[in-house]
């Protein structure tokens, strides 16, 4: 029987793992959500809707990523074998501080709590040492709400359920950690740590809370993991398509975003062109992946870059996004430079609807390396659906939403890709 404790379950990744684990007797799932009395009933209609017959009831535990106090007390309720940490503050504009305490810190803070070689509360305190340099970069307006403080109480947590083999990790990232001239161009070292002047808070600068968010977590999870012998696999997702099956995906994916600008025929031009892509792996191949490493104990680390080779160039896909949709595909191209100085100005990304932060996860010229997680994929039978396959469900499922009607966007909508839209034209 393994153990795991699981966090983000109602996200778009969270749902598919959870559709792999639930109905399997070997496992037994702990969520760690916001409101578990209610997402965990929402939970289990989903997954009886999608013909997953429970092995047993879900069981979850209270979870607030913004509370990075919290999470040695969680994990010692839960007593896992295996943490596998999705959930993230995941949307463009992110305040710094924001998205640090619940990005890094919180990650963090649930690893040193697996580990439990030491306090819980030390990790707490170690990363928000450094929170304050990042929060030192933000507005006094940003500033006056973060005022939390670590909760001592915490303290002292270790891990007496850990008896045998050493619980694992499952850190869940992003593609653009495999970026090497991105990481570079941010001012990242080959360690995955801040280099250049002004440090972290210059990143987030650069970045945007989101994406240097993943960045840092990254750099102090590996970190971490190393200082205590914690085994650690990270996973790194290209930008996440709807399932192979039935393309069901939820309304803040990019994909989503990018088939309704299309559907409603705002998506004037295209970003930078032929020369650029938008990586992609599909939600279900993520989600086995997981459970893959979930079941096999013999994966006790590594970095596993999750991306289907056969990611098209941007004006393919967007071509074909538009054909399952039914509708033209833009012809002209907009140089990546002028659009993301477009977004900038002043009220420009609210009326297009994006953020320039999107753009950065348009890549060119880069050759990733995804042999680490197809040996692991091949080991346990596991292939990419076809893409073209993904593609079409994927737009299918937004247009049988009814996309084209005007606009039921979410403020602040979540970042993962860019939703492509150079707004109305
Ligand atoms: N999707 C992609 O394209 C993509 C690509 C690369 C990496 N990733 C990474 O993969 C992970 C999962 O992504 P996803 O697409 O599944 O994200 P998602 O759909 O945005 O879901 C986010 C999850 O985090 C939870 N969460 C947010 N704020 C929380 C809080 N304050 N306390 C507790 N839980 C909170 C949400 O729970 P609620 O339902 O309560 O809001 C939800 O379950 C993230 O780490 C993301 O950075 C995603």
Known sequence: MTRVLLTGATGQIGRWVLHELAGRPDVELVLALRDPARQCSELAAWLAGHGVVLARPLQALAFDLDRPQGAAALVQAARPDVVVHLAARFAWGLAPADAQRANVQTSVALLRALAGSRTSLDAVHEVANQAESVEAATSDADRAGHSDHVDTRSAGVAAPWQGGAPARFIHVSGFMLQHRAHLRRLGIGEDGQARGPGGWAAIYRRAGGYEASKLHAHAEMTRTARELGQPLVVLHPATVAGHSGHGELPEHA???????????????AIPGGAAYRLPLVAVDFVARFIAGVVR?????????LLMDAASPPLPQLVQHLADALGRPAP??????????ALLRLPG???????HPESLDFLVRDVAFDTAAADRLAARWGLAHPPLEQVLRQTAGYVGRQGACAEPGQRQGDTAGGPDLSTGPT
Do not use: K, M, N, S
């Open 331 to 340: 012809r002209r191209t907009l140089p990546i430079g002028l659009l993301r």
């Open 296 to 304: 096999d104990a013999a994966v006790q680390g590594g970095e596993y």
């Open 254 to 268: 990019a994909l989503h975003q990018l088939c309704r600008q299309l559907a409603r025929g705002r998506l004037g």
């Open 348 to 354: 420009v990304a609210a009326l297009a609807g994006t």
